[in-house]
């Protein structure tokens, strides 16, 4: 699995970015996807996860009816689209891919990760 992720920069708080993920090994049609951040001196937390189908979303609270997380399969890429930003949301983001068909809060619940892509939301 090779997981490209595009899509961060800076933003105002308020404003909105939209994230990619890319599996151009195309090994994850079948896997739960999902987007984690990791701030600086934190440990990584899970922001948003999608089933293999698309199905089943799933949200932290910190990020609920906010953010929203979509896939598209003749892709191989998932999205994470990022309204109402905060401060708080600065971080690095990852994609990963689950170990099942459904995503899992749970960091040991991942297969494998993608690069990563800063998100700076300035106040």
């Known amino acids: 699995v090779q997981l490209q992720a595009s899509g961060g920069g800076l933003a105002q708080a308020g404003g909105s970015l939209r994230l990619s993920c890319a599996d151009s090994?195309?090994?994850?049609?079948?896997?739960?996807m999902a987007w984690f951040r990791q701030a600086p001196g934190k440990e990584r937390e899970f922001v948003a996860g999608?089933?293999?189908?698309?199905?089943?979303?799933s949200y932290s609270n910190a990020v609920k009816g906010r953010f929203t997380i979509s896939r598209d399969r003749a892709k191989n890429t998932i999205y994470l689209q990022m309204n109402s930003l905060k401060p708080d949301d600065t971080a690095v983001y990852y994609c990963?891919?689950?170990?099942?068909?459904?995503?899992?809060?749970?960091?040991?619940?991942?297969?494998?990760w993608g690069q990563g892509t800063l998100v700076t939301v300035s106040s």
């Open positions: 990963a891919v689950a170990r099942s068909a459904v995503a899992s809060s749970v960091t040991s619940s991942v297969k494998s």
């Open positions: 999608i089933s293999w189908n698309g199905g089943i979303t």
């Open positions: 090994g195309r090994t994850s049609s079948n896997n739960g």
